[in-house]
């Protein structure tokens, strides 16, 4: 059975602090790795992953996979409150996307 | 603008009255899936389909319905709500493929009383 799992669950940080989120998977036939972040309504799209190795960036967020540890992480650098959010992964089986239970992420003033 | 468009966004019903959530997207996209969250338990799919008339079970199908009669549409039935039903749900689509980014609706929260 497929399963994906996040960690940590939930994570307070200061503003101006540094994060990194931890994803691991195990999908058959996986595709890809995708990152999503949800406040307080819909998922919205971060990151897709396919290949091990290469960066993703987009601002102050990163990610990168590993094929081989079956794992990917998302890091936050310099976190501002507006970053609050809870962060899911999914890996995709070309079939479905299965989801991890989500990283809650706090960021204080 | 590329859009997944669920309705209603909140509903309040009682026990064992039939609902039905629309879902609708204009993206052209094959693939479409039903999702419920709570919290604690995530994102759990409930139902999804490939295409039209292709549907079948996600994690949690109990208690639910779909139906793909069109590629645009995918509502998501519940023919006798209880109450362990109330939660947010989420309406999906992709197309089928290496690029295949999921869209979200905007969810739906249901109350069932």
């Known amino acids: 059975e497929d399963k994906v799992v996040q960690s940590p669950l939930s994570l307070v940080v200061h503003e101006g602090d540094t994060v990194t989120l931890n994803c691991s998977y195990e999908v058959t036939n996986f595709r890809s790795l995708l990152w999503y972040k949800q406040e307080k309504k819909a998922p919205t799209f971060l990151f897709m992953l396919?290949?091990?190795?290469i960066e993703k960036k987009s601002g102050r967020l990163s990610s990168i996979l590993d094929k081989k540890e079956l794992s990917s992480i998302l890091n936050i650098t310099a976190t501002q409150t507006g970053d609050s959010a809870i962060y899911l992964c999914a890996g995709n089986s070309g079939y479905a996307l299965n989801f991890g239970k989500g990283t809650s992420l706090l960021v204080t003033p | 603008e590329a859009q997944v468009t669920q309705n209603p966004r909140y509903l309040i019903t009682v026990t064992g009255k039939k609902l039905t959530v629309t879902c609708s997207q204009n993206m052209n996209h094959e693939y479409m899936s039903w999702y419920r969250q709570d919290p604690g338990l995530g994102l759990r799919q409930i139902y999804y389909s490939m295409n039209v008339e292709v549907t079948d079970k996600g994690d949690v199908p109990e208690g639910y319905k779909v139906s793909r009669k069109e590629k645009r549409n995918f509502p998501l039935i519940l023919e006798s709500p209880s109450p362990n039903q109330t939660s947010l749900y989420f309406c999906?689509?992709?197309?089928?493929?290496?690029?295949?980014?999921?869209?979200f609706g905007p969810g739906t929260r249901l109350t069932v009383l």
């Open positions: 396919t290949s091990s190795g």
């Open positions: 999906a689509s992709r197309q089928i493929g290496n690029t295949d980014t999921q869209y």
